[in-house]
């Protein structure tokens, strides 16, 4: 194991972190995932030292750090803000780490020429960080962090600072460094950075890591609903369970009645259904698997596939069409329709959640 | 549009009765005087070594307070502690008090019965009528500027460059001396050339502290006092003119080292 943390706590201003315990095996990418002022910067700040925990415990390749000073961690952090130093040169800030582990000059130079070529930022060495773009500031910082060789990479927010157009760009830099072998720990509160970045995921969500595991676990079987809201799901019912026989149903909170392929059910839990999973017609769709239920187009709103139409049947359904099927069919809002989904579209989530952060 | 250009009218003409106020009797005093005073007591060595040491008497003081002040200021912007509040108030306590009044209490501290100056006459070193008591009398009104402009420079520095630095290795000591300092220089440098220039034309602390050895102001008082307005004048526009030189002369000197460091920070590569 690279990194352990045990039960970290540290109470904040406004905000308290509560028992993290995360684990991050060497090579992994692990990605934290959250909202902003879920917690994440602040937990990169207790693993690199710059805030002591209230409580808990940092292992680092098994060795306790928790007390151990910032300085001697071999733990590397990159900023958000990036943090370079705006009265150095590129080259000095890259050289900044080496003067103070006092290597020979000749190794300093190497090191910064290879760092400034890996990350291909070799034509700036002579630049002041004033004059660079967010893409190459972004090289620099981590350049400026590689030349140091940390056992464990700590990313907040790299892409923050970085034009769209360059984010698939530093996305490959970064998976290369992991192929390579570097333990890197990333921040971020973007689901598209987590999905194609991570090895691991943890979710965070006020001070707390509510579900981590593989991005493939995490997205499709989400602790509760603030995870699905992640994985962009949209359509949610709190239901009460009831099993007739070998009929399983439920009913929403609103009074829907939905039927459910055979299962374990708890008295009443969440259920999602993915936007995708949901067929929209004005005659419904045959067959003793589905659910057909009438309802009223409340909202047609333009998506990158089509539309997402927003159907009111009680509870609020969320369905995806394309642009033909809408150009075929022409849906207006306040029109009688029908939504149609398999059972088995239907998916419990965890227990746990607690209804008043919804 | 009319409103607004009477406006800027309006504000241009009260904009130039002030400047008008400060430029008007400096003027008038060039212009009473006449060259021939100039060269004589530009020639007078009670008054070329008065304004000479003068100038190396604030320069001194300036210089070794800054060693305190500096790390102050750095203080007063970075750390969180209790009563902060009263110890900003007491680093500007100097500004508002009467300057004889500052002399006075300094005179207490400094004299041969003061806990300062008695400390030092144990020692064998005279505070009172002395080059270190006039700089310690100079330094005591001027400090706030240094203490409040640093302060701010290095309250604008980020944080995270901090921060980022302590990442990377350093020590406090070297984060300080490479990272804060560096980004604050602007602020400190202007901070110690407005302590200098307040420091060297301080009279009335100084004045009780120390009549002789005569700094400047003193003389320029002296002057007026024995000999009346047409002696003070010429001694006045003297020290002026080379407070302004060295004012300036400072201030480009600054910004050279500046850049000279960063060169040599450069050519270490």
Known sequence: MMLRTERLCKRLDSFQLQEISLEVSRGDYYVLLGRSGAGKTQLLELICGLTPPDKGKIILEGEDITRKRVQDRGIGLVFQDLALFPHFSVKDNIMYPLRIMKLPLKERVDRVQRAAEEMNIADLLLRKPENLSGGEKQRVALARTLVTQPKILLLDEPMASVDASLKDSIRRMLRRLNRNGQTIVHVTHDFGEAISLASRVGVMHNGRIIQEGTPGEVFTHPANRFVARYAGIKNFFRATFVRSYNRFSCITDNRTEFKLPKGDYPSSGLLILAAADVLLSRQGAAGVQINNIHGVIEDIVPSPIGYEITVNAGDHFFADITRREMDDQKYVAGEPVIISFRTDSLKLVGEGEEKKEY | MKGHTLFNWIFALLASLVLLFIIAPLAGMFLQTTTEEMRITASDPAVTRSVWYTLAIAFTATLLFAIGAVPLAWIMARRKFPLKNVVQGIIDLPVVLPHTAAGIALLGFLSRDGLLGGAAQKAGILLVNNGAGIA???????????????????????????????????????????????????????????????????????????????????????????????????????????????????????TERHQIFRREDDATD
Do not use: C
Request: glycine share 6%; no cysteine.
């Open chain 2, 136 to 254: 310690m009398a100079m330094a005591f009104v001027s400090l706030p500027f240094l203490i409040n402009a640093a302060r701010d420079g290095f309250a604008a520095v980020p944080e995270r460059t901090e921060k980022a630095a302590l990442m990377l290795g350093a020590t406090p000591s070297r984060i300080f001396f490479t990272i804060s300092l560096p980004q604050a220089w602007r602020s400190v440098v202007s901070g110690f050339i407005m302590m200098f220039a307040r420091g060297m034309s301080e009279f009335g602390a100084v004045v009780i502290i120390a009549y002789h050895p005569m700094i400047a102001p003193v003389l320029i008082y002296d002057r007026f006092n024995t000999y009346g307005l047409s002696s003070a004048r010429p001694a006045s526009i003297i020290f002026i003119l080379v407070a302004l030189f060295f004012f300036v002369l400072f201030r480009v000197l600054a």
